[in-house]
């Protein structure tokens, strides 16, 4: 009987350590690990549009009218741009995302947020959030932009450039939102560029904050240091997961810009930037958006920002040098010219850019020479490499022959009519191909055909770049071909 009751009690106890903590206790771990049962948005964020937002707050207003939804006003192209509420505090949040058309990450935190709110209405942590604190988000507020997955809006104007002149429809819906709920926090959320480091360090910068100034002098006043104290906190926050991978975001003062300028009308607030993540997990920085953005509605509600010491803002490092894509290092590099070869690195880049629907990769060389002081997300080391564009192919080929074409490097297929076209083929490549031979597979094709672009190894031109093993200074051998780069991505590796 003994056993009996102790296995009892065992089990209880595991089962009630496993279960989540349903108090108005914040539960960080939880909640990142629930954050995908409220994900309501495409896996790849460059496809969420309007239309999802829109649709996914019906949902939410549907699941429970304690969240209130209402239309505010509308984009240039007549979008509408709407305001979600929750809560009934003292204490006022206003929060804004994507007014940069393609910062997305934010937005699909926040709709998660809302939705998490309106399954759990009768959580105890929610309703402690929904007692102490009043939540006012403008989801999307550049729908026109999202629509395009581009920067500005359709007037062509970058929204976050507008504080003053208020020449958009998006920018006059934000200063009215800062009227009329007269906010105590304001939260700026974009994304970075995705190419930063943590100054004085190789890490890539996942994560920037910066409470940002209200003058030219950066002077702080109350405002401003309460701001740094929300800082300071979601910095804490992070490091239990990215540590060492968060920065200042690094910015002088701009007057005309939304952070500032808030910060200056007595909106204490917080510029969130999400960088990039190469983990294997593509929703991790929407993740830490979730968790960050609860856990500060959590120590606002509980009027626990006076405990935190505004100076270690001071001690958050600065924002570093750009990363590259990819980083060559130190290959013997043949342009494509009838030039001698040179030592040196190549910094490669990819953007993705939104195409009728898809999404169209653009891979570019961003800069070539000494670019030792950089570092690069991918690095292939080149000590032992020969560097040249990658072969041009003149010929109407079929399916089958281009896998058989890309096996030999031809990054590039130019299809001629009949009677234009050359007789080059793969077969006249020997085993063996001179370097001073490089250039008839290059550069001279790629200008005939008005194809320089992507003939030769030089800056803004098309990273489709081959690497052999190096033999001697005169030839390199088919045989050897180690990477296969077609637009910047790897597309073969033989070590």
Same mark, same amino acid.
């Given at each position: 009987?003994?056993?009996?009751?102790?296995?009892?009690?065992?089990?209880?106890?595991?089962?009630?350590?496993?279960?989540?903590?349903?108090?108005?206790?914040?539960? /960080?771990?939880?909640?990142?690990?629930?954050?995908?049962?409220?994900?309501?948005?495409?896996?790849?964020?460059?496809?969420?549009?309007?239309?999802?937002?829109?649709?996914?707050?019906?949902?939410?207003?549907?699941?429970?009218?304690?969240?209130?939804?209402?239309?505010?006003?509308?984009?240039?192209?007549?979008?509408?741009?709407?305001?979600?509420?929750?809560?009934?505090?003292?204490?006022?949040?206003?929060?804004?995302?994507?007014?940069?058309?393609?910062?997305?990450?934010?937005?699909?935190?926040?709709?998660?947020?809302?939705?998490?709110?309106?399954?759990?209405?009768?959580?105890?942590?929610?309703?402690?959030?929904?007692?102490?604190?009043?939540?006012?988000?403008?989801?999307?507020?550049?729908?026109?932009?999202?629509?395009?997955?581009?920067?500005?809006?359709?007037?062509?104007?970058?929204?976050?450039?507008?504080?003053? /002149?208020?020449?958009?429809?998006?920018?006059?819906?934000?200063?009215?939102?800062?009227?009329?709920?007269?906010?105590?926090?304001?939260?700026?959320?974009?994304?970075?560029?995705?190419?930063?480091?943590?100054?004085?360090?190789?890490?890539?910068?996942?994560?920037?904050? /910066?409470?940002?100034?209200?003058?030219?002098?950066?002077?702080?006043?109350?405002?401003?240091?309460?701001?740094?104290?929300?800082?300071?906190?979601?910095?804490?926050?992070?490091?239990?997961?990215?540590?060492?991978?968060?920065?200042?975001?690094?910015?002088?003062?701009?007057?005309?810009?939304?952070?500032?300028? /808030?910060?200056?009308?007595?909106?204490?607030?917080?510029?969130?930037?999400?960088?990039?993540?190469?983990?294997?997990?593509?929703?991790?920085?929407?993740?830490?958006?979730?968790?960050?953005?609860?856990?500060?509605?959590?120590?606002?509600?509980?009027?626990?920002?006076?405990?935190?010491?505004?100076?270690?803002?001071?001690?958050?490092?600065?924002?570093?040098?750009?990363?590259?894509?990819?980083?060559?290092?130190?290959?013997?590099?043949?342009?494509?010219?009838?030039?001698?070869?040179?030592?040196?690195?190549?910094?490669?880049?990819?953007?993705?850019?939104?195409?009728?629907?898809?999404?169209?990769?653009?891979?570019?060389?961003?800069?070539?020479?000494?670019?030792?002081?950089?570092?690069?997300?991918?690095?292939?080391?080149?000590?032992?490499?020969?560097?040249?564009?990658?072969?041009?192919?003149?010929?109407?080929?079929?399916?089958?022959?281009?896998?058989?074409?890309?096996?030999?490097?031809?990054?590039?297929?130019?299809?001629?009519?009949?009677?234009?076209?050359?007789?080059?083929?793969?077969?006249?490549?020997?085993?063996?191909?001179?370097?001073?031979?490089?250039?008839?597979?290059?550069?001279?094709?790629?200008?005939?055909?008005?194809?320089?672009?992507?003939?030769?190894?030089?800056?803004?031109?098309?990273?489709?770049?081959?690497?052999?093993?190096?033999?001697?200074?005169?030839?390199?051998?088919?045989?050897?071909?180690?990477?296969?780069?077609?637009?910047?991505?790897?597309?073969?590796?033989?070590?």
């Amino acid at each position: 009987m003994k056993i009996k009751k102790y296995a009892i009690i065992s089990l209880f106890l595991l089962l009630f350590f496993q279960m989540p903590i349903f108090s108005s206790d914040f539960n /960080m771990e939880y909640l990142f690990n629930i954050y995908e049962q409220y994900r309501s948005v495409p896996k790849n964020l460059m496809l969420m549009k309007h239309k999802h937002v829109v649709h996914e707050l019906s949902i939410i207003q549907d699941l429970n009218n304690t969240v209130k939804v209402e239309q505010v006003g509308n984009s240039v192209e007549n979008r509408s741009i709407n305001l979600v509420s929750f809560g009934k505090g003292k204490i006022k949040i206003l929060l804004w995302s994507q007014m940069h058309g393609n910062e997305p990450t934010a937005t699909a935190a926040l709709l998660a947020i809302f939705r998490y709110f309106a399954d759990n209405i009768d959580n105890p942590f929610v309703q402690y959030l929904q007692k102490n604190i009043s939540i006012h988000a403008l989801i999307m507020l550049n729908p026109d932009g999202a629509e395009r997955f581009q920067r500005r809006n359709a007037y062509d104007i970058d929204i976050n450039r507008d504080a003053n /002149m208020l020449q958009t429809p998006e920018g006059k819906i934000l200063k009215n939102m800062q009227e009329r709920i007269k906010p105590d926090y304001g939260f700026n959320l974009h994304n970075m560029g995705g190419r930063e480091t943590v100054d004085g360090t190789n890490n890539i910068l996942k994560i920037g904050l /910066m409470a940002p100034p209200f003058n030219k002098e950066n002077e702080d006043n109350p405002i401003r240091i309460k701001a740094k104290k929300v800082a300071v906190h979601i910095k804490s926050v992070l490091d239990k997961y990215i540590n060492g991978h968060v920065a200042k975001y690094k910015a002088d003062y701009m007057p005309r810009a939304f952070g500032d300028a /808030m910060q200056f009308w007595g909106v204490s607030t917080v510029l969130l930037e999400t960088g990039s993540y190469t983990g294997d997990d593509p929703i991790f920085l929407e993740k830490l958006n979730f968790v960050a953005l609860l856990s500060v509605f959590d120590i606002l509600a509980k009027n626990k920002l006076t405990e935190i010491d505004e100076k270690k803002y001071d001690e958050i490092p600065l924002e570093g040098r750009p990363v590259f894509d990819l980083l060559i290092k130190n290959a013997l590099i043949v342009n494509g010219l009838k030039i001698e070869p040179f030592m040196g690195d190549v910094g490669i880049n990819v953007d993705y850019k939104l195409k009728n629907g898809k999404i169209d990769t653009i891979g570019y060389i961003k800069d070539i020479g000494d670019l030792s002081i950089y570092n690069g997300k991918n690095i292939i080391e080149g000590e032992d490499l020969v560097l040249t564009p990658g072969f041009i192919a003149i010929d109407n080929v079929n399916k089958e022959n281009k896998s058989e074409l890309l096996q030999k490097g031809f990054t590039t297929i130019y299809h001629t009519n009949e009677d234009l076209k050359l007789q080059l083929t793969p077969t006249i490549l020997d085993t063996d191909i001179l370097i001073e031979r490089i250039p008839e597979f290059t550069s001279i094709l790629a200008k005939k055909y008005n194809l320089s672009k992507k003939g030769e190894i030089k800056r803004n031109y098309a990273a489709d770049i081959l690497l052999f093993s190096k033999e001697n200074d005169s030839s390199v051998d088919l045989g050897n071909l180690r990477y296969l780069i077609v637009n910047g991505q790897i597309k073969k590796t033989q070590e």
